[in-house]
């Protein structure tokens, strides 16, 4: 098949506090989500009282789900023979491997389509151009624009990092400025 590249956006939310309990919904902060009459959402909450147990037997769910989910974040094996390396969630070794797994992978990833944030991409203008100038093309055309594609098989798992100075002078705006621009302004005398 051909690579490609689009938006995604992950509306699905995950809690996961001290391998006891795990909350996974759709929920956000804001009146939308919990004043009742507005968005819809959905939540669990799962919980394990034996958690943390010295029989590692007793080890219960929510500790296997995160094993779970990290593996597939990360690139790890599913099988869970790299699950020593993901053990202990407070470590620094684990702070360690999610920052270079996400740095490499964004690395990859924009180093091989041209759209893809960046912190080359400094403003929402750039990024527009850049994507539409990308989308524009057919699929040969998509992939032939594509700088060493076969450097996508060294990603590994599904993490990015999101780049600090992506559209950073955008961000250096006010939102009342932004508002502004988007007005339709009609001169009058």
């Known amino acids: 098949g051909r690579w490609d590249v689009g938006e995604i956006f992950v509306h699905s939310k995950v809690l996961i506090v001290d391998d006891k309990i795990a909350v996974i919904g759709s929920a956000n902060v804001n009146d939308r989500s919990f004043i009742g009459t507005s968005d819809s959402?959905?939540?669990v909450i799962l919980t394990d009282d034996d958690a943390g147990a010295a029989d590692s037997r007793k080890i219960g769910c929510v500790r296997d789900f995160r094993l779970r989910l990290w593996r597939q974040y990360l690139g790890l094996s599913l099988d869970?023979?790299?699950?020593?390396?993901i053990s202990n969630p407070s470590s620094y070794e684990v702070y360690n491997l999610w920052h270079s797994t996400s740095v490499n992978n964004q690395k990859i990833?924009?180093?091989?389509f041209d759209h893809f944030p960046s912190n080359q991409i400094t403003s929402f203008n750039s990024y527009a151009k850049r994507k539409s100038i990308y989308n524009s093309?057919?699929?040969a055309e998509r992939e032939a624009s594509l700088n060493d594609p076969d450097r996508l098989e060294e990603v590994r798992g599904l993490l990015t990092q999101y780049p600090p100075k992506f559209m950073g002078?955008?961000?250096k705006r006010t939102l009342l400025n932004m508002f502004l621009e988007e007005l339709p302004m009609k001169a009058t005398l």
């Open 169 to 171: 002078d955008d961000k």
């Open 80 to 85: 869970g023979k790299d699950d020593a390396s």
């Open 137 to 139: 093309k057919n699929p």
């Open 41 to 43: 959402e959905l939540g």
């Open 109 to 112: 990833i924009s180093s091989v």
